[in-house]
């Protein structure tokens, strides 16, 4: 009688276990990719406002749209950081599906209404350390992921930035650079190298990595939207 009990109570088990619905799989995407952005110091409110729209308008130019809907999945995932000091990261937009001109523009639209804050120091390193976190924590699977990291500045707070990106590629992650070049220095300073030199050797890494330079902020959009339009494609 006990082994009878033991049995029903066992396919009972079993039949609870093949009766539980499968994991959902992750949504499929061309590439996942972290828009890492500067917010130190160094950049005053006009250039943050540039920055920001910038990034709003070469998301949802009707260009890059056309790329991403070219691509083999036909859609990217998108999530848009915030960094300034080795403490300070923040995923201002998380992951968002672009796949169509209607999910670019929603996507800007709510860029336009995020609040900012300036921080000041800048870790570039503790930016490529926080994006390689919210790239494992994507809800969709991408056949490539790319961290995109923006500045005005070489690293001056955390650990170098080389190890940081020496760490991402080894995991499969390739960086690409988009440095913003102006005669300002930074907390009275200028950087000890180009700041395009830098990001060359320091910053960008992974099979086919590159970088564009936005000359000033004044400029910042069109180099944006070149960056998207190579990164995807």
């Given amino acids: 009688m006990l082994r009878r009990s033991l049995l029903a109570s066992g396919l009972a088990a079993g039949a609870g276990l093949t009766a539980r619905p499968a994991r959902a799989q992750p949504e499929p995407v061309d590439v996942l990719l972290v828009l890492a952005v500067d917010v130190s110091r160094s950049i005053d409110e006009d250039e943050a406002r540039l ?31 915030e960094w300034a000091g080795v403490e300070y990261q923040r995923v201002v937009i998380p992951w968002t599906r672009i796949a169509s001109q209607r999910d670019a523009d929603l996507w800007a639209e709510t860029l336009a209404e995020a609040p900012r804050v300036s921080l000041s120091w800048t870790s570039i390193s503790g930016a490529i350390d926080f994006s390689r976190q919210v790239l494992r924590e994507a809800p969709f699977e991408g056949t490539r992921r790319v961290i995109d990291v923006s500045g005005d500045g070489v690293n001056n707070s955390g650990r170098p930035a080389e190890h940081a990106r020496d760490e ?42 590159f970088m564009i330079v936005a000359e000033d902020f004044e400029a910042f959009g069109a180099a944006v939207r070149r960056k998207l339009l190579r990164e995807i494609a």
Avoid: H, K, W
């Fill in 168 to 209: 991402a590629v080894a995991e499969g992650i390739v960086i690409n650079g988009l440095p913003i070049v102006n005669d300002r220095p930074t907390f009275g300073r200028m950087p000890p190298i180009p700041l395009d030199r830098y990001f060359e050797q320091n910053v960008i890494g992974g099979p086919g990595a």
């Fill in 51 to 81: 920055q920001r729209e910038g990034y709003r308008a070469a998301v949802s130019d009707p260009r890059v749209v056309e790329v991403i809907r070219r691509g083999m999945i036909g859609a990217i995932g998108l999530a848009y950081v």
